[in-house]
């Protein structure tokens, strides 16, 4: 049996790798003949042969079998043709398709779509216009297509907006290699980038993407990779593209159509969204093209006949907003793509002036509108205002550099200079930008020092594979960033810079090439190394290298302004930006252009509106300045001149100064403006109406027209200012008011301003507005035209003035006072009249002046007039008539007062409703009658006294109804009417009478108006007012079941015959059917046969099966008038007995005690209830029995109170913990309980495992093995009681013992595990004790000895001996140091390398370091002397000591492998030595002196310090006191007598010397002092001790004496070039001294590397990887690569799997189910397990019992659960416990027995797995066979030990019973365990492989870091070996000698005699080229300073 169930695991582990074969169907196009359809062919299983025996080609055919792709398929190809390819039968290989083809494809999305569909969402948007960018995807993909051609590089983007040929469409043509239809199909899956695509069908010809080679600017064009950006772009710009591609050397045409419109249409169809079809057809066939809109294409494929190969990218669908943008905006795009390409078009020089190296790339766009418009075709190459060109062409010098990433990638960068040109910036301003302003604008932003020439803009535009990625720029770099402070250069010139980065491929950009994602964050990186590049050669320092650049650049480029004469700091309130008003420097005057501008000078501006004269009054600076500076900008403040004219000052900006004006035309601008003057004015009247001083006139009286003319001094008239340049002309104007001098203060009545006429002068004309009484003045006042000032150059213009009195005139008509012309009918009202004469001036009314009024429709009366001044008042006016409503039209009210000029008015009065005066109550029906419980509406209505509806405020009409309700109220204030609708009236005991109440209506506020009463009829109502339910029984006996009643039915039967009966509030019974079916509703079933309620029938009714439940039942009808219903319950009763229950109150008990609480016994009907059966009785009939119960204490009896039996005293002999199975037996009926019995209370502490006894531990040292404590009771079963804490001391204080914890409660199991790290203690033997506690009682524990041992070998101190009474002088010789080693022990070490000693020694900081410095000085150990003969003492001796005085401290270390030791620090005071010398703190530089009279030319020193110092240059003798005697002495080898003479009365200076310090504050020669000219002297300082022999030598300072200024001059300059030339060989050496540290730096890392290599290479080799052909990177790669497909097929290999599905995978708090919690590795072994616990494989484990709930929930009850927290593991401890035969006498059984849960292996969680299995497997055993399991048990049980159950490897199980055979113990066949088995884990082959790659992969680092630091060692030995680098050499070679040449100079002493060379003779000799070789003169004695 057990060979047939493993042949058939086989056979259904052979069928799943079967179910892997795919179907391959295979569609044949036979082009061998015209009209033949295409055949598909399933070629499962076939071979080639197969496949063309299919075909039935005859044998005498000739016959060719190819792919759309033209290949020839044979034998290999044919098995690698894919399901759903097409083939082409043709006759040759080369034949011409004679009809088209179509072959179906599928461009199902990558992978990477939702691995990296976000990036779009985090790149694409900045608020752009987007579709020059989408054009752009295009134009990169036509490049990479067209990248190999070998000549031109044709690129062609078509608009095609012409209707005439079709809709608009969008067209891109490149020349490129085209495409097959693989790479067609590539094409069309999204997500599919070049680095995963395979472009042939075929993996045999698939070579993977390979990276293109470097090139400059890394323009590869490798820039279409990502398989996004096109299809992005295609269905941005349109919704339908078309692609026609021919491959190179293929004669067929591929197309494919991708549109929304087939999306569309496929997705409502159900069809599979994402294929097409490949239309394949010959060269220049368009007989498909047939729609009119798509004419265009016609002629596109009839251009396919000349190419060789190309790509057509057609898109149709274009948006109209696209069209509009792509028509109007031609030129801003294209210019976008030229910016874009720039590098492409131009080469990577870009487009420079004269740039030889041409682009083979040519980019064309054509626009084609109606046929009336020109087509627009612009090539990119001729663009020349894209931004890149205008920064090209604006740059005054670059500056190009290269960085290097740490992760490979390159970046070259330059950056360019756009110089400020005197008085504007040249950095450029697009033409589009949004910061260009106008030349006024530019010209005022420049004049403020300090702006900045690029504005915001960032500096560096960033280019991928030299394509621009816009939306990234890089602001600066740290090298290149604007300084704090101290800068060499102004700050505007780090604001002159426009740069651009082109990064290669190694970094990362978005989908849609917008965007870089790590470039700036790498170039920030602090591990980025940046380097120059000059002629190809790098040269690190770039920092210093670009301030070197920056600084000729400003010095050698920029022209700007020098201002001059500081004079303070103002704040100018006149700047419109706040930031911007201060400080402001002011200077006296500019030195601009080779031209000086000075306060009080007279300029002219330029640029101005309008030109301007005047003298300068100060030049402004923007900035925080306090002196003279050099700057751009700035603004110069004028007071114009004339200062009669102009009394006013401006500021503009310096750079509108106009410089080529004189002084003489200024003065003569100005003059003139002075000739012209305005002066006095003259008045004429033409027609008479004059006006003369103090007239009278009555009101209304003409004045006028008047004529006024302008006068000058000389009497010309005159209309304007004079005439001058200064820009536009200043007119006049003649201002005339009239003043009204009334009674609140003078008011302008009359105001008007006159332009001048050639023909009148200034003319007004008459005025008629002088009607008001009073005085008047008439002004005439000259103004300026543009500022209508009427003073001008601080004097006021012409002006004139006339006073006149108006008198009033008679009245004439009335006005009417104000009243409310909202009037009510019959309230009476009074009219106040005004009369007034022709001006509106108060009259009185004419004597007996009766008023008449009337009004149309109306009625108009009044009682009397009154007459008071001039007011005539109508008293007791009312207007009485019908007013429909409250909105009623205007009526006019016409008054008239006879015997006036005007004697009528009319006014518009509106008539609203008088008061109220009676009710208006009425009904909508004819009669006041209702029906019982409903309500009564009434319509109410408020009159006046015509019967108008009226309203007013507080108009509330309250009812009251009979004395049923509270009186209720309706509001008519709004309105005067409303309706009011009372509650439902409701008649008790109505039925079918019909009742009369009456109505009371009253308006309360309202007392004059009547109460109105109306009588109302009641009348009984026909809706549904009772329900009534019965049951009928079968003999027709009603039984009525009352509202609320408990009826008693038995558990579980059936309520059946239901009824139900409706009566209306007249008890009459109403008749049923459908409508009142429908309204029915019962509470205990969801659907109601309707047909049934409309006979009145009710559904049936299910008694519940237990008596606990008892349900309310309802019946209720509910419609829009009635509302009824009735209930009652149903109280269910037990049926008769048929099971017996037992109740246990505790289900565990501790062993060795009684059972807590009772067990109940009761008898139960079917349904689980209690009958109450249970009588006394039944006591003596009830028997229990159990495995090990002790019925020592067992009681039953009888309980009266619950009415059952009660069992107590149940206990178990002392065994194993465990399950106890109790059964309890009634007559009958039996029922079996499962008790837990627990291990008994905490009793000792037992050590499970331990480290190997006896033990010793090293002082200072840990346990490695931790101890592992059990707790268990008085029978040694385990006791997992948590609150046992189990505590581990010593057992001796002098040991201390160091655990992660000291003590710790036991777990969940009774362990407590104790890991030991540290031991400390004396030399010994101790004990390690383990003590509990519970409940304050000590738990006995184990004790385990120890030996602590100390290590002989292992440092702990280092002793330091030596003379600390020895002092340290600067420059001497270290005290000799005595260092040994000491143990632990105490004792020295003598074993010790003397090369791991060493000794630090760095000066003391003021802060305190626990370990020596990096830059510590350090020192070795020196060798032992022949008499020392010991070889634990190491001695430092002969150690030079510091030679600067200072504090110093000194530590020794020593470092052996991991041990690293230090000492204690050592404070060491070095002292000075001995003094020997005098010398100044700062060496000054040579004098150079003449004995002229100016005192600066006769300084020898100033402000000079003299110290005592030692050898080492420390101030030493600072208890020395004397003086300094300084005179002048000859210089050695001068035999000249004249000694120059100091100022001081010998000749001679002393200087005191305090505490060894001497100071001089300035020392100079006399005036006409003796001396040679040209001769050098020397200045000496003699020191002269008191109180000692101190001898110190003199300190002695060279100088130059000369007898005039020029020779004085000649020597400072040659002794300025000997300066700068030792300056330079200083930085030679620096630069020498840092090449050469750096060779050393690079050797130590290029030797690390390879001992790194070799270390990881002798590892590989001990793990038998074989590391010798592994020369190379590559190998090395291909080494990774193979194991990792080895890796690949071990883990694609058929195995076991659980076939279940785990739908609850990855929810929180679900680990999963158990069938996936484990592997097993052997097949018998997983199918016993599996099927041993078959039922619960399926169960789902959860950590927490809510999550159980859940999925319980979810699933309704259908999954099975098992929460973790609720996992019984009291008895999980045995696991821990060895196998049950090992405690057992006798011989081994066979079987190889093993604990089945030891074969389980967890992938993922293994504690919590683990806890699982030991609660569902426990302890079974799985061994061999059946014979093996029996003989095991057999000798387990005989040795009085429990047997767990066994499970045999051939599919059996023995029971722990011992039962076994039958089916229910022997397991079936894999395939009848559906699915449910564990699976296999992956083979240690596997496992062992990813080890190796991991050790690979860091092989791999270590031969790469080793190759980089050897290619860096070889290019740094090559830089110092290269040309620049000799070249630098031979210049330091020239520069020595020219120093030697300067030096021989000054020694010559030149001077300006006849008869001797001048100093320029010497230099120009100096100066002469290389050739006939000058004779130098003789050295000087003096010390070189070579």
Partial sequence: MSLKRRSDDERLLASFREERRAKKRITVYDCRGCGREPIIVETSGFDFNDFLRLLAIPSIERFCLTTTDRTVLDFDKFQELQDGNTLHLMQTEDQELLTATEEQISFTPHYDTLVRSGMYEYYASEGQKALPYALAELIDNALSATAHNKGERTIELRLLFDDTLGKPAVVFVDNGSGMTSKQLNNWAVYRLSKYTREDVKFKSDHQGYVRPKAVPRSINSDISCFGVGGKQAVFYIGNSTRMITRPTGFPDVHELIVSKEDFERKEKNKEDIYSGVIHNRKVGDSSHIRKESEFFLQDLIAEETEKESFTAVVITGIPPEHTTFLKNDFNSWTRELAHIYHYYIHGHNGNVQENNLKSDINIQISLREKPTKCPRVVNLREVDNDMQTLYINSTADTFEFKACTVSGGTVEGVLRYHPFL?????????????????????????????????????????????????????????????????????????????GVLFADDRFQVSTNKLTFMDLELQLHHKDTIFTRIVNGQEQRGIKKEFNQWLTSCHEHLDKQVHFVGFNGTISRTDMAVKKMQHPWATFSSIEWDNKTYKTGQLVKSQRTQPIMYGSIVQFLLYGDHDGDIYATGGHVEVSLEPKEVYDERRIFPISKIDRTATNATIQKAIDIELTKMPDKLKLDWPQGNACSENTVMPAGTLLGPLQVTILNKKGEAISRMPYSNQGAVRKLSMELRVVWHGPNGDQEIHAHIAQHSTKWAFWFKPMETLTKLGKYTLELN???????????????????????????????????????????????????????????????????????????????????????????????????GSVPNYHCKAHDLKVVLPGLVSSSQTFKISLLPGNPHSLNVTSEKETFTVENGNSMTFNIKIHDEVGNITAQPDLVVYCQVGRLHRPLSVDCSTTGAGQLTTKPIILRNLKEQQRVVKAKFELLSQKHVSVVWKELIVVPSTRVGRLEVYCQ????????????????????????????????????????????????????????????????????????????????????????????????SIVPHPDAPSQLKVTLDQASVTMGDLLPGDIHLQLLDQHGNVTQKMTPQCVEAIKVKGEELDSTSLTVSWQESSKDVVVRGVGFRPGLPGPRELTFTLRTFVEQVKVTVTAGPPAELQLVSGPQQPLQVLNKQGITSPFLIQLCDAWGNPS?????????????????VESSVMSKPVDQEGKASFTVKRIAGPKGEFSLEFRGLFNQKPIPGPSVPLTVVLDPNKPATLAVDYDTNTSCPAGGTLPVFSVTVVSEEGSPIRNVNPAALSMSLWRRETTSILIPPAGASQFKCSKPLENE???????????????????????????????????????????????????????????????????????????LTLRIRDKFGNPAGQEV??????????????????????EAPSGRLYLELTK????????????????????????????QIRGTRMTLAPYQLPFRFYNDADNQRRMSELSRKKDRLIADLDKYNNYSRNLKDLCKELTCKNQKASEKRTELGTELSRR???????????????????KMALCNEIYTEPRRTCSIADPFKGIHEVLGKVCHLALVEDDASAIVISWHIHGDMDCLVTLTTAAARQIYDRTRGAQQVLPLDSVYTLNIWVCFRPLPHLGCRGPTPPGNPIYARDLLIYPKDSESSQKVFKNLLGDTILVDDLDAGNAYRKSVVQSNRPCPTILTRQGERICTKGKFGGTQNRAPALSRLQGLVFGAPLPARYHTLMSHIDQLQDYLKAMEASEKAKEELNAHIQKLQSPENKKMEQDMNENKLKLKEIESQLERTPVSTPGKRALGEVEEEAGKAAGTPQKRPRASSQRSLL
């Avoid at 040579?1486 to 300084?1499: D, F, G, K, L, Q």
Wanted: aromatic share 8%; with cysteine; charged share 25%.
């Fill in 422 to 498: 005197y008085d504007r910036e040249t950095y450029p301003r697009g033409p589009l930008s949004l910061l260009a302003p106008t030349d006024d604008e530019v010209e005022d932003w420049e004049s403020v020092a300090g702006n900045q020439a690029n504005g915001r803009r960032h500096i560096f535009e960033c280019f991928w594979n030299g394509r621009l990625i816009p939306y990234t720029t890089v602001a600066e770099f740290e090298w290149c960033q604007r300084p704090s402070k101290n800068s060499t250069v102004p700050v505007e010139c780090y604001r002159r810079f426009s």
């Fill in 782 to 880: 000259t103004m300026l035209n543009d500022t209508n000032g009427k003073i001008f150059g601080g004097k006021p213009l012409p002006s004139n003035k006339l006073n006149l009195t108006i008198t009033e005139g008679k009245a004439e008509h009335f006005v009417v006072g104000a009243f409310n012309s909202a009037l009510h009918v019959g309230v009476a009202f009074d009219m106040v009249l005004t009369l007034l004469d022709a001006f509106d001036h108060p009259a009185p009314p004419p004597p007996d002046l009766t008023p008449q009024l009337t009004c149309r429709n109306l009625d108009v009366s009044y009682e009397k007039t009154i007459s008071i001044g001039t007011q005539f008042t109508i008293q007791g006016v009312k207007v009485r």
């Fill in 1033 to 1128: 029984d079968a003999e027709g006996c009603i039984l009525v079941l009352k509202d609320k009643e408990q009826v008693e039915w038995k558990a579980g039967d059936l309520l059946e015959n239901l009824y139900y009966r409706l009566y209306d509030e007249g008890q009459r019974l109403l008749p049923l059917d459908h409508v009142t079916s429908s309204n029915m509703k019962v509470n205990w079933v969801a659907e109601v046969n309707l047909k049934d309620l409309a006979k009145g029938k009710l559904p049936s009714i299910l008694v519940p099966t237990q008596v606990t439940n008892k349900p309310f039942y309802q019946i209720s009808y509910k419609d829009q008038r009635a509302s009824v219903d009735t209930s009652f």
């Fill in 1280 to 1296: 997992p009681d948590k609150r046992v804490v189990v505590a581990l001391t010593s057992s001796s204080p002098t040991l201390k």
């Fill in 1429 to 1503: 003969k010991d070889h634990f003492h190491f001695h430092f001796r002969d150690k030079a000591g510091p030679q600067q005085t200072g504090k110093y401290s000194l530590q020794f270390s020593l470092r052996s492998g991991k041990t690293e030791l230090h000492s204690k620090q050592y404070v060491l005071d070095v002292v000075a030595n001995e003094p020997i010398k005098l010398a100044p703190d700062n060496q000054p530089t040579t004098p150079m002196v003449s004995n002229i009279e100016a005192p600066a030319s006769r300084v020898l020193v100033e402000d």
């Fill in 1521 to 1542: 006191e004397g003086r300094v005697e300084v005179r002048v002495e000859l210089s050695p080898g001068n035999r000249d007598k004249d000694l120059p003479l100091l």
């Fill in 1556 to 1583: 060894g310090t001497a100071h001089v504050s300035k020392l100079s020669i006399n005036r006409n002092s003796p001396g040679s000219d040209g001769t050098e002297y020397v200045l000496v300082f003699d020191a």
């Fill in 1664 to 1682: 038998n990887v074989n590391v010798a052909p592994l020369t190379s990177v590559l190998e090395v790669k291909a080494a990774i690569i193979e």
